[in-house]
C-alpha cells in the first residue's frame, strides 16, 4: 500500500485531469457550434451537454463496473463483472495503492462522456434529439463498455494483458470509436437536405477557435492524467501532446498556404485537434521528436481524408472521420513505429527500434476496434429506428433543430440562417 501523502498526492493530480476533461466536453460543443447554421447552435451544444448527463449517470450505475472491473469465464477479456455496479468500490485502493477507485472512476467517466458526444458531430442538423439521448444509452452501453474494457480493462483482449496493442489515452477507445461510429451514423441517417448542394459557411469562427483552444488545454488533462501518477510520464505526455498539436497546426497552415494562398482561422484549429488526436494513443510511449513528426503527419493525414471525404459526398457534417476516425488511427500505427521502452518501460519498441511485431499488434487492433464500432453502431441504430424517428422531417430541419428539438433561439429570429 502506497504511503498516504502519495495517495493523497496522486488522487489530487487525477482528479485535476478529470476536471480538465470533463472541461473539453462543453470545449467541444463550443467547437462544434461555430460550424453549424445558427438556427442549430442549441441543439448542437445540447447533444454534447446531454452526453454529460445521461453517461454519467449509467457509469455510475454499471458502466465503471463493466468497463473496469474483472470479468468471469469466457467473456473476461471482452467485458467486466456487476461487482462494483453503483460505484460501491470508490473508496478502495485501486491498482498499486497509490490511487484510489474512485478517482480513477471519474477520469475515466470523462472520456466515456466525450466519445459519444465526438460522434454527434456528424449527425448535427438533421438528428432527432429523442433518437440521439436513445443512441446515448445504448452506443455507451454496447459499444463503448466493452471496447474500454478490452483496451484497458483487467486481462482485456486487445490490451497489454491480451493482443498487447498500445494505447496510451484512447486511440481505439476514443478517437478511431467516435470516427468509426460517425461514419457509420452519417451513412444510416442520410444526408442533410441541403447538402452537398447549398453547404452553409461557419456561423461563428471565434467558436470554433475558441472550442479548439479550450480542448487543447484540456488535452494536458487527458493525456498527462492518463499517466495517472505525477510524474515524469504525466511529464513527457503533457510534452508531446502540445508539440504534436502546435506541430499539426503549423503543417495545416503551410499546406493551406500552398493550396490557395493563405491560411484560414478554421484550418489552424482543425489542425490542431488532428493534432491532438493523432498523438493520443502514443503521448506516454514516443519522445518529443516522435510527437514532432506525428503531428507533422496528422496534418498531412487529416487533411488529404477530409478533402476525399468532400469529393465522396459523405455528410459528415462536422469531419469527425477525417479529424478524430484517421488521426486516431494514424496515432495507433505510428505509436507502433515510434514507440521507445526507454521513454517507457511499461510500453515496448517500435518499428524504429527494429520490433515490427509492434507494428502488427497495433494494426490488428485497429482493424478489429473499426469492425467492432461499425458493427455495433450499425446495429444500434437499426434497433432505434424501430422506436424513434432517427431524423427530423424536411420541414423541421428546415426551420431549425433549436426550435424542433428545444423550442428555443440561440439568437433573436432577424439574425437567424
Not at 212 to 218: C, I, K, Q, R, T
Not at 261 to 284: E, F, N, Q, R
Not at 331 to 350: D, R, W
Amino acid at each position: 500500500m502506497a504511503p498516504l501523502a502519495l495517495r493523497s498526492a496522486n488522487n489530487g493530480f487525477v482528479l485535476i485531469s478529470a476536471a480538465l476533461v470533463l472541461m473539453m466536453t462543453p470545449a467541444l460543443a463550443l467547437f462544434y457550434a461555430g460550424f453549424v447554421r445558427s438556427r442549430n447552435v442549441l441543439n448542437t451544444m445540447v447533444m454534447s451537454f446531454a452526453a454529460m448527463a445521461l453517461v454519467s449517470v449509467l457509469w455510475v450505475l454499471f458502466g465503471y463496473s463493466l468497463a473496469f472491473s474483472p470479468g468471469s469465464g469466457r467473456w473476461a477479456p471482452f467485458i467486466g463483472g456487476l461487482q462494483w455496479a453503483g460505484l460501491s468500490n470508490w473508496s478502495s485502493p485501486y491498482g498499486d495503492g497509490s490511487l484510489s477507485h474512485g478517482a480513477f472512476a471519474l477520469f475515466q467517466l470523462t472520456f466515456a462522456i466525450i466519445t459519444p458526444a465526438l460522434i454527434s458531430g456528424a449527425v448535427v442538423e438533421r438528428m432527432h434529439f429523442r433518437a440521439w439521448l436513445g443512441f446515448l444509452v445504448l452506443w455507451s452501453t454496447f459499444v463503448y463498455l466493452p471496447l474500454a474494457h478490452m483496451v484497458w480493462g483487467p486481462g482485456g483482449f486487445l490490451g497489454v494483458d491480451g493482443m498487447g496493442a498500445l494505447d496510451f489515452a484512447g486511440g481505439l477507445v476514443v478517437e478511431m470509436a467516435s470516427g468509426i461510429g460517425a461514419t457509420v451514423a452519417a451513412l444510416v441517417i442520410g444526408r442533410r437536405r441541403t447538402y452537398p448542394n447549398h453547404t452553409a459557411p461557419p456561423h461563428n469562427v471565434p467558436f470554433i477557435l475558441m472550442g479548439a483552444g479550450l480542448l487543447w488545454f484540456g488535452w494536458f488533462g487527458f493525456n498527462g492524467g492518463s499517466a495517472l501518477v505525477a510524474g515524469n510520464l504525466a511529464t513527457l505526455a503533457c510534452i508531446t501532446t502540445n508539440t504534436a498539436a502546435a506541430a499539426a497546426a503549423v503543417g495545416w497552415m503551410v499546406l493551406e498556404t500552398l493550396q490557395r494562398g493563405k491560411p484560414t482561422a478554421v484550418g489552424v484549429a482543425t489542425g490542431a485537434v488532428a493534432g491532438l488526436v493523432a498523438i493520443t494513443p502514443a503521448a506516454g510511449f514516443v519522445s518529443p521528436i516522435g510527437a514532432l513528426l506525428i503531428g507533422f503527419a496528422a496534418a498531412v493525414v487529416s487533411q488529404a481524408a477530409l478533402q476525399l471525404k468532400n469529393r465522396i459526398g459523405l455528410d459528415d457534417s462536422l469531419d469527425v472521420l477525417p479529424v478524430h476516425g484517421v488521426a486516431g488511427l494514424l496515432g495507433i500505427v505510428l505509436t507502433g513505429v515510434f514507440a521507445l521502452k526507454s521513454v517507457n518501460p511499461a510500453g515496448a519498441n517500435g518499428l524504429l527500434m527494429g520490433q515490427a511485431a509492434q507494428l502488427w499488434i497495433q494494426l490488428k487492433a485497429a482493424g478489429f476496434t473499426a469492425l467492432w464500432v461499425a458493427v455495433g453502431t450499425y446495429a444500434v441504430l437499426q434497433v432505434l429506428r424501430m422506436v424513434v424517428p432517427l431524423r427530423v422531417s424536411d420541414h423541421e430541419e428546415r426551420q431549425g433543430m433549436d426550435i424542433q428539438a428545444h423550442g428555443e433561439e440561440a439568437y433573436n429570429s432577424e439574425f437567424t440562417t
